[in-house]
């Protein structure tokens, strides 16, 4: 091979080589589409934003009774949330899932087993968090894309797995401790108080024992739909974040 040949073979070599290098970032790019830009491995729990929008989100569910009564108020006040459905309730009841998707809603993780994920391997951590994404999958036929920790507790090996497996941690700013069994009048007044725009809304669609979160909603969204305030799912929310 003279020198101007071998030349040549090399540039042609190293060609290939960066084509595929970019071709691997494209299709990574591609595979993480879902999330919004920017908002991959970052803890969201508000956004900064001029516009009248919030995002209304539920944890722990499906459950037959609280979910199905919460879905109703929401289809009667055509509002859109965010579910945050624990693993094996999905698995249990996968057609109020499949109901929360259909009717407009976003469905995020919220562990398979409602774990404290703090004291987890990372080996654990992902476990829960896939587990939960095959059984909302199977319910609904979507990707789940944000995780939410149980508490709120995420600790470090939970931070990195979520961001590796392309997932978005939410967290919230107005905790309306619906969870607590108080009264459907203390739930909305915490929640009509403190809203501001960009917030996230901490409710639960199951508690053990009574609840008054369906009760509460007729009472705060008809007031915020009046002040002017949109109801987005969190998605929605972060795409919508001020440059
Ligand atoms: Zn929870």
């Known amino acids: ?27 990574a ?27 209304l989100t539920f944890d722990d569910g499906p459950h037959p009774r609280t979910t199905a009564e919460i879905l109703d108020v929401l289809k009667e006040y055509g509002v859109r949330a965010t579910f945050f459905n624990v ?11 499949a109901r929360e998707a259909a009717e407009g809603h976003e469905i995020g993780n919220h562990t398979f087993s409602h774990i404290n994920i703090k004291p987890l391997s990372p080996e654990k951590v992902k476990k829960q968090i896939l587990d939960t994404e095959t059984a909302v ?20 090996a939970g931070e990195r797995v979520a961001e590796e497996l392309g997932y978005t941690v939410v967290l919230w700013s107005v905790d309306t401790r619906d969870w ?20 996230v809304i901490l409710c639960h669609d199951f508690i053990s024992g009574e609840s008054h979160t369906a009760e509460a909603l007729r009472i705060f969204i008809p ?3 009046e002040e002017g305030y949109e109801f ?12």
């Open 1 to 27: 091979m003279t020198g101007t040949a071998s030349a040549l073979w090399k540039n042609c070599f190293a060609m290939r080589r960066l084509k595929n290098t970019v071709a691997m970032i494209l299709s």
């Open 29 to 55: 790019a591609i595979l993480t589409s879902s999330v919004p830009a920017g908002a991959e491995g970052r803890i969201v729990s508000k956004i900064e934003t001029d516009e009248r929008i919030v995002a």
């Open 87 to 97: 693993g094996e309730n999905a698995a249990k009841r996968p057609e109020l899932t």
């Open 137 to 156: 999958t199977d319910a609904a036929n979507v990707k789940t894309t944000l995780f939410r920790p149980p508490e709120g507790r995420i600790g470090e």
């Open 180 to 199: 607590t069994h108080r009264s459907a009048y203390a739930i909305a007044k915490t929640v009509t108080d403190n809203v501001k725009d960009g917030d």
């Open 223 to 225: 007031k915020l739909l």
């Open 232 to 243: 987005v799912t969190v998605s929605e929310l972060i795409s919508k974040k001020a440059p």
